[in-house]
């Protein structure tokens, strides 16, 4: 049986998985942050032409779903590697923006 995953087993995989290869001296804030946005970009390249009706239907298609999980995945392992480089704790962070967009954006 696998143990769950959460978000601090996923990062020190990718910290393991970088050391291995000696790739920690590549994964500075700016190198991330760029991979992080290409990796975005490529993940908008495949909805760029669909209409809002074939988009919502994307993950219809195997080999289009292959390529969207894997994007997707792409884009969280830079942001999870960019929050622990940075010391960012993602859940909080992300917990602490839904509370100010709350009180920003109160609900009618």
């Excluded at 760029?48 to 292959?66: F, G, I, K, N, Y």
């Excluded at 969280?76 to 009180?103: M, S, T, W």
């Amino acid at each position: 049986m696998t143990e769950p995953l959460d978000v601090a087993k996923l990062q020190r995989r990718l910290a393991e998985f970088a050391a291995a290869r000696d790739w920690q001296h590549y994964h500075t804030p700016k190198n991330l942050v760029a991979a992080l946005s290409v990796e975005a970009s490529e993940l908008v390249e495949i909805f760029q032409w669909l209409t809002p009706e074939e988009s919502a239907r994307v993950m219809d298609d195997p080999d289009t779903a292959h390529r969207v999980t894997d994007e997707i995945a792409d884009v969280l392992a830079y942001l999870l590697q960019l929050c622990e480089v940075l010391g960012v704790d993602p859940l909080a962070a992300l917990d602490a923006k839904i509370d100010r967009n709350e009180r920003r954006f109160p609900a009618p």
